[in-house]
Nanobody, 126 residues
Framework: QVQLVESGGGLVQAGDSLRLSCVAS????????MGWFRQAPGKEREFVAA????????YYGDSVKGRFTTSRDNAKNTVYLQMNSLKPEDTAVYSC???????????????????WGQGTQVTVSS
């Protein structure tokens, strides 16, 4: 079993930056692919970013490419989402997901992540 806790959300203005963190506990973190997803009120969950076990492979959703960057520090059991040039349409609850045992690859599919955190709210004002 794994527990995920996100932090770093908040209220910012358009154009600002935020860095989200997701700390994993309960099992060794390093072998597994991790992903970030978001959900705004009344909308479906949207893929944001994913990162492989080593961090060498990353994927991004089209709406965040060039603005968001994901990274990980396996020694700290932590994955990060650096969000720059934030827009009001980035407003959502951001959640991190962890893949299952031996799943070291990054994937944009939410169904591939059996473990989820509670999420952190990001609100971007215009």
């Amino acid at each position: 079993q794994v527990q995920l806790v996100e932090s770093g959300g908040g209220l910012v203005q358009a154009g600002d930056s935020l860095r989200l963190s997701c700390v994993a506990s309960g099992r060794s973190f390093s072998p597994y692919g991790m992903g970030w997803f978001r959900q705004a009120p009344g909308k479906e969950r949207e893929f944001v970013a994913a990162i492989s076990r080593t961090g060498f492979t990353t994927y991004y959703g089209d709406s965040v490419k060039g603005r968001f960057t994901t990274s990980r520090d396996n020694a700290k059991n932590t994955v990060y989402l650096q969000m720059n040039s934030l827009k009001p349409e980035d407003t959502a609850v951001y959640s991190c997901g962890a893949r299952g045992a031996s799943d070291y690859r990054a994937t944009p599919n939410a169904d591939d992540y059996p473990y989820w955190g509670q999420g952190t709210q990001v609100t971007v004002s215009s």
